[in-house]
Every structure is written in C-alpha cells, then in structure tokens.
Nanobody, 125 residues
Framework: QVQLVESGGGLVQPGGSLRLSCAAS????????MSWVRQAPGKGHEWIAA????????SYAENVEGRFTISRDAAENTLYLQMNGLQPEDTAVYFC??????????????????WGQGTQVTVSS
C-alpha cells in the first residue's frame, strides 16, 4: 500500500522544538522530490520546505528559513522536518508530499503524487 504517514506533532511552548517524521511505504522517498506544507486554523495551505530530488538541495519559505530543516533518511524511507524556535504562528496541521518533479514548491495537495494525512503542531504557553 502506497502511503505517507506523518508523526511527531504535539503541543510545545514558544521557543521549543519538534521533529516531524513522514514515513513512506510502497515507494522510495529517494525517487521523489519531497515537501512539507502546513495549514493553519481557518487558512489555506502554505508551502514551507522542499527537498530536491537529489536529496541534497533544500529550499524554505522565508518565514521558516533558519528555524526549520528538511532532510531525509533513505534507509529509513522517511522524510523529516526539524523545527526550532517555534512560535504561536507556527500552529498548524503539517503535511508531507511527494512529487515527481525535481523540486516541488506547490501548496496544493492536488499537485503531489503522494500526500499524507497530517500531524497537528500547537505552539502555546
């Protein structure tokens, strides 16, 4: 069965850290470009981080650059998002997606070949 399963979300205080995981099955993450996209309450989807298909190059939205790091572990077939310096405005459901291009910057789930169910991140004191 082909699927992406996110985990690692939760409640964290401002300034805290979380590491999200996105475990893939039925396909290899190393064969795709991967991205993280989030959706805050009452808002649309927002693309935040991309890992190029080569697994080396990355790109970030301006509001997370320097705080978030996207990476993958091919052996574990898992994508990660390390999030540091979390702020209340980072509260959202976080989704991972795989696309067949060299890199994917799209915020729309329909543009991804595979899409996860999301994990909730809440930043609050």
């Amino acid at each position: 069965q082909v699927q992406l399963v996110e985990s690692g979300g939760g409640l964290v205080q401002p300034g805290g850290s979380l590491r999200l995981s996105c475990a893939a099955s039925g396909f290899a993450v190393s064969d795709y470009a991967m991205s993280w996209v989030r959706q805050a309450p009452g808002k649309g989807h927002e693309w935040i981080a991309a890992l190029y298909k080569n697994g080396a190059d990355t790109s970030y939205a301006e509001n997370v650059e320097g705080r978030f790091t996207i990476s993958r572990d091919a052996a574990e077939n898992t994508l990660y998002l390390q999030m540091n310096g979390l702020q209340p405005e980072d509260t959202a459901v976080y989704f991972c997606g795989a696309c067949s291009g060299y890199v994917c910057y799209d915020m729309r789930p329909s543009r991804y070949t595979y899409w996860g169910q999301g994990t909730q991140v809440t930043v609050s004191s």
